[in-house]
Antibody
Framework: EVQLVESGGGLVKPGGSLRLSCAAS????????MNWVRQAPGKGLEWVSS????????YYADSMKGRFTISRDDTEHSLYLQMSSLRSDDTAVYYC?????????????WGQGTLVTVSS | DVQMTQSPSTLSASVGDRVTITCRAS??????LAWYQQKPGKAPRLLIY???TLESGVPSRFSGSGSGADFTLTISSLQPDDFATYFC????????FGQGTKVEVK
């Protein structure tokens, strides 16, 4: 069974940094493209970033470019999101999600999310 | 950027109703369109991908159609478990979600 478990969320001041983690199990993590998607309180879903199976192709939503860095450690079966220069509008639940290797872009499995609150 | 617009934002319906949600892209996304269901406090769940392919385990009362820029999610006979928020997602160019459609009890 695919399991994705996010951690690392919490309260951070504006301008601060935070590193989110996503622990994966139940599938061959190294072969999957992974994504971060966020959801502000009471709002819709917003795609944040993706990283392909070998980490060669990395993409970000425009509003996250230069502030967020996605990475992965296939030996640890983990996905990461380093966030810096955080703003109040970055407050959201952050989900990690996996793509089926045969279905590029389709987010088949999701974690339960971790809440990031940016506030002074 | 590809913008996705869903309508309506909220839909009031009763059990047994046929429900239709539409999603329009700002440019053609071919068939690279997925639908997700989300319940309060839970992660989204994939329902349909490639515009019309039902994900394994999803009830057959859910169906999707469309191509290019106009897409539809239909629930043929609404069940109590279907009251939730539905999102479309284009994955032709990176990824963009619609703003969501909340299906509530009439």
């Amino acid at each position: 069974e695919v399991q994705l478990v996010e951690s690392g969320g919490g309260l951070v001041k504006p301008g601060g940094s935070l590193r989110l983690s996503c622990a994966a199990s139940g599938f061959t993590f190294s072969t999957y493209t992974m994504n971060w998607v966020r959801q502000a309180p009471g709002k819709g879903l917003e795609w944040v970033s993706s990283i392909n199976s070998r980490g060669h192709y990395i993409y970000y939503a425009d509003s996250m470019k230069g502030r967020f860095t996605i990475s992965r450690d296939d030996t640890e079966h983990s996905l990461y999101l380093q966030m810096s220069s955080l703003r109040s509008d970055d407050t959201a639940v952050y989900y990690c999600a996996s793509e089926d290797p045969m279905l590029r872009g389709v987010l088949k499995s999701w974690g339960q999310g971790t809440l990031v609150t940016v506030s002074s | 950027d590809v913008q996705m617009t869903q309508s309506p934002s909220t839909l009031s319906a009763s059990v047994g109703d046929r429900v239709t949600i539409t999603c329009r892209a700002s440019q053609s996304v071919s068939i690279w369109l997925a639908w997700y269901q989300q319940k309060p406090g839970k992660a989204p769940r994939l329902l349909i991908y490639q515009a019309s392919t039902l994900e394994s385990g999803v009830p057959s009362r859910f169906s999707g159609s469309g191509s290019g820029a106009d897409f539809t999610l239909t629930i043929s006979s609404l069940q109590p478990d279907d009251f939730a928020t539905y999102f479309c997602q284009q994955y032709d160019t990176y990824s963009t979600f619609g703003q969501g459609t909340k299906v509530e009890v009439k």
